[in-house]
């Protein structure tokens, strides 16, 4: 079955960097494209970043865009977000997502805080 397992979440001081990694499994991996997403308390689950299946496109919400960086390693079944100069607003569980089926992983928790 279809399995998506984020990693790499935790606290950072503000103006870090953290790097977010989803294993994927049960389905050709390769052919789909990924998102991450994210939900701070109390707010809806908003879109963070997008790849396509092969890596080439990808788009960001404005809100990271210039601060976060999506990419994929096909061959590992692994796709990453790369976080840098965060901010206490981007304090949220961050969840992986394959671009069609709907499915989600469990999501890990990132805290920026001092």
């Known amino acids: 079955q279809v399995q998506l397992v984020e990693s790499g979440g935790g606290l950072v001081q503000p103006g870090g960097s953290l790097r977010l990694s989803c294993a994927a499994s049960?389905?050709?991996?390769?052919?789909?494209?990924m998102s991450w997403y994210r939900q701070a308390p109390g707010k809806e689950r908003e879109l963070v970043a997008t790849i396509s299946s092969g890596g080439g496109s990808t788009s960001y919400a404005d809100s990271v865009k210039d601060r976060f960086t999506i990419s994929r390693d096909n061959a590992q079944k692994t796709v990453y977000l790369q976080m840098n100069s965060l901010k206490p607003e981007d304090t949220a569980v961050y969840y992986c997502s394959r671009n069609r089926g709907g499915y989600w992983g469990r999501g890990t928790q990132v805290t920026v805080s001092s």
């Open positions: 049960g389905f050709t991996f390769r052919n789909y494209g």
